[in-house]
């Protein structure tokens, strides 16, 4: 049954203890081979990077943000486009309030991307004001509808269904900056005909109640 529920993957393992054995031996890996993968695709879309919480010994939880946690963060990687994956990391601790260590803090403020002393580090605000045409290239960029189709189609496997405040909510901070609020409103709608008429969503339930679900 955990193989179901947790999508092939168990919930726990069997033998706890040879489970740890391997991880001693490198055997295994505690958190999978897509962690990589995940941070280098948060940090593209300039949200928040994945957190892990160790704390429970047999289980790992793991927490995604889908939405701007620090402007200036976001600002900052739509800027800098040549941030080393440890920098990124490191500037997203410090968007969130925790520790980095003082070699990172040093480099970091060598190149005038953070402000503050340890241990209240923020964000430089020379950064968050900052704009140009690379940046202004990005964020007016308009992704193909696959990209959004698909967002909304991994929202819904995860979470069984969506409403539709739950899609503007998951899209509008994506779409690009060329649309006014109404056009991106517009935009959502024929992305949610267009998976209808393909047969990959259907709507249920009327009015406020209504929700799209796979179909």
């Excluded at 190149?111 to 940046?135: C, F, H, M, Q, W």
């Excluded at 509808?145 to 909304?152: A, K, R």
Aim: proline share 4%; aromatic share 8%; charged share 30%.
């Amino acid at each position: 049954m955990d193989y179901v529920t947790e999508e092939r993957r168990p919930k726990k393992y069997r033998n706890y203890k040879l489970a740890q054995a391997m991880v001693q031996l490198n055997m295994i890996d505690t958190m999978g081979y897509g962690i990589h993968e995940m941070y280098e695709k948060q940090a593209k879309r300039y949200l928040p990077l994945p957190d892990y919480d160790l704390t429970m010994p047999q289980a790992v939880k793991l927490i995604i943000y889908g939405d701007v946690v620090d402007p200036a963060y976001s600002k900052l990687l739509i800027k800098n486009t040549d941030l080393s994956i440890m920098e990124i990391i490191a500037l997203d601790r410090v968007q969130k309030g925790q520790n980095i260590s003082k070699g990172m803090a040093r480099e970091l403020q060598r190149k005038n991307l953070i402000e503050g002393r340890r241990p209240n580090y923020y964000v430089s605000s020379s950064v968050a004001e900052a704009t140009n045409k690379k940046a202004k290239y990005i964020r007016n960029r308009i992704q193909d509808d696959t990209f959004y189709m698909q967002l909304i189609l991994d929202y819904i496997d995860k979470y069984e269904c969506a409403t539709r405040p739950d899609i503007d909510s998951l899209l509008i901070p994506t779409l690009s900056e060329v649309l006014d609020e109404k056009q991106k409103i517009t935009k959502i709608g024929h992305l949610l005909t267009k998976l209808r008429k393909i047969e990959k969503i259907e709507n249920v339930g009327v009015g406020r109640y209504s929700k799209w679900v796979m179909k």
